[in-house]
């Protein structure tokens, strides 16, 4: 069987980011994957697909104890309205299912919003295909795409 994740593994390379993927059972949430990886919640930043009024996306990385604040992700971008679109659509958008998207590899190279509480750590994330997590330094994941690094997450309910 091929590797599933190998895109995501070459885009990595490409960018000069060293990345650790890692097999993993099937989690059903969030806290069951950190579990799962033996790392606290707040480890494993989630990237969220995040649609804007003109069609265009952006990538939201949201460390996985906090939740993303609509009203600081807005002020960031500078826009009036910006939602989640539906999952097809993210799919068309990054090339990925959701629970697998990943802002390395994907089919366009949208904008990259990190939240402020993933600089200076290991972070996982999703490795483009269900089963394994990717695990990367986040400073060199946020210079490598040039992301824009700001407070856009609150308390997860």
Same mark, same amino acid.
């Given at each position: 069987?091929?590797?599933?994740?190998?895109?995501? &593994?070459?885009?990595?390379? %490409? $960018?000069?980011l060293?990345?650790?993927?890692? #097999? =993993?059972?099937?989690?059903?949430s969030?806290?069951?994957?950190?579990?799962?990886?033996?790392?606290?919640?707040?480890?494993?930043?989630?990237t969220?697909?995040?649609?804007?009024?003109?069609?265009?996306?952006?990538f939201a990385l949201?460390p996985?104890?906090?939740?993303?604040?609509?009203?600081?992700l807005?002020?960031?971008?500078?826009?009036?309205?910006? &939602?989640?679109?539906?999952? %097809? $659509?993210?799919?068309?958008?990054?090339g990925? #299912? =959701?629970?697998t998207?990943?802002?390395?590899?994907?089919?366009?190279?949208w904008?990259?919003?990190?939240?402020?509480r993933i600089?200076g750590?290991r972070?996982?994330?999703?490795?483009?295909?269900h089963?394994?997590s990717?695990?990367?330094?986040?400073?060199?994941?946020?210079?490598?795409?040039?992301?824009?690094?700001?407070?856009?997450t609150?308390?997860r309910?």
């Open positions: 069987m091929s590797d599933p994740t190998i895109g995501v &593994r070459e885009a990595a390379r %490409e $960018r000069g060293s990345v650790d993927v890692r #097999e =993993r059972p099937a989690a059903s969030l806290d069951e994957a950190a579990e799962l990886l033996g790392i606290p919640s707040a480890s494993i930043v989630k969220l697909v995040v649609k804007r009024s003109d069609d265009t996306y952006l949201v996985g104890d906090r939740a993303i604040s609509w009203p600081k807005r002020a960031v971008v500078g826009v009036n309205k910006l &939602r989640l679109p539906e999952p %097809e $659509r993210a799919r068309e958008a990054t990925y #299912e =959701r629970g998207i990943v802002p390395i590899g994907s089919s366009t190279a904008p990259i919003y990190a939240d402020e600089v750590t972070i996982a994330m999703g490795a483009g295909a089963g394994y990717l695990f990367v330094d986040a400073d060199d994941l946020i210079s490598a795409y040039d992301a824009v690094v700001a407070d856009i609150a308390d309910p």
